[in-house]
Each structure stands twice: as C-alpha cells, then as structure tokens.
C-alpha cells in the first residue's frame, strides 16, 4: 500500500516536472 502511495506521488511530481518542462520549451518557442 505504501509503494502505491509512493508511486502515485512520485508520478503527480513527475507529471508537474513535465508540464513546467512544457510550458518552458513552448515559452522559449
């Protein structure tokens, strides 16, 4: 339970990385 705990928050962090890494290249673009 706390591996899915952990994986859930650890793909939420990765899922906000990825937006920010997004939003960045379509801001430089």
Do not use: G, H, P
């Amino acid at each position: 339970m706390i591996n899915v705990i952990n994986i859930s928050y650890i793909n939420r962090l990765y899922t906000v990385k990825e937006a920010k890494f997004q939003a960045l290249v379509t801001y430089c673009n």
